[in-house]
């Protein structure tokens, strides 16, 4: 089945820079591949997702790069601001419509 | 997006009973519901797919008689945790989708304590 691996587990910002959270997954078959923010106690909140047909995708200041050869996917925030701290998730679909999460990376964005 | 409500939000039973807890897809017909365990500081793990009318699908280690799925209807779907520990509080979510390879849509979750 498929895995998925995200790094880092923590990463804290000032606020204005940029980051950046990677995730490699293992099913070439798989062909969806979408991010979450979660906050305490809270649902995951879909907040951009790619297909496999597409290498880049864009909202604002969100943005998701996808390198299907090498089998990773990469979160890019841009100008953070202390509302986007939070743990997020990326995940792969695979087979039977099942969402394979990776392991969440803590963002802390410094005031 | 579609909503998916899930009640009740949170839950505190005692130990040796049973709890249910409910997922409603409120304005599309869910094909598919997942069932998610979410300890705290970790990922979600799916626990079982459920599938209108038909027999849910665990996850290895999951065990079947203790979590009892029920997808009755294409906008309800049930899980029933029996005999109650501490060691399954936890938090549980459940989504739905409208098709294949398709947006999962949330519930909000559900924070079972068993004392």
């Known amino acids: 089945g498929e895995n998925v691996e995200q790094h880092p587990s923590t990463l804290s910002v000032q606020e204005g820079d940029s980051a950046v959270i990677k995730c490699t997954y293992s099913d070439s078959a798989s062909n969806y591949f979408p991010w979450y923010k979660q906050e305490l106690g809270k649902r995951p909140q879909l907040i951009i997702d790619?297909?496999?047909?597409?290498g880049e995708k864009k909202d604002q200041r969100i943005a998701v790069t996808l390198n299907k050869t090498a089998k990773h996917f990469s979160l890019h925030i841009t100008e953070t601001q202390p509302e986007d701290s939070a743990v997020y998730f990326c995940?792969?679909?695979?087979?039977?419509?099942?969402?394979?999460f990776g392991a969440g990376t803590i963002l802390r964005v410094k005031s | 997006g579609a909503v998916v409500s899930q009640h009740p939000s949170w839950v505190i039973c005692k130990s040796g009973t049973s709890v249910k807890i409910e997922c409603r897809s409120l304005?599309?017909?869910?094909?598919?519901m997942f069932w998610y365990r979410q300890f705290p500081k970790q990922s979600l793990m799916l626990m079982a797919t459920s599938n209108e009318g038909s027999k849910a699908t665990y996850e290895q280690g999951v065990e079947k008689d203790k979590f009892l799925i029920n997808h009755a209807s294409l906008t309800l779907s049930t899980l029933t945790v029996t005999s109650a520990h501490p060691e399954d509080s936890s938090f549980y979510i459940c989504s739905g989708v409208r098709g294949v390879d398709t947006e999962a849509f949330f519930g909000q979750g559900t924070r079972l304590t068993v004392v």
């Open positions: 304005d599309f017909q869910a094909t598919t």
């Open positions: 995940a792969a679909l695979e087979y039977g419509n099942k969402l394979v």
């Open positions: 790619i297909r496999s047909n597409v």
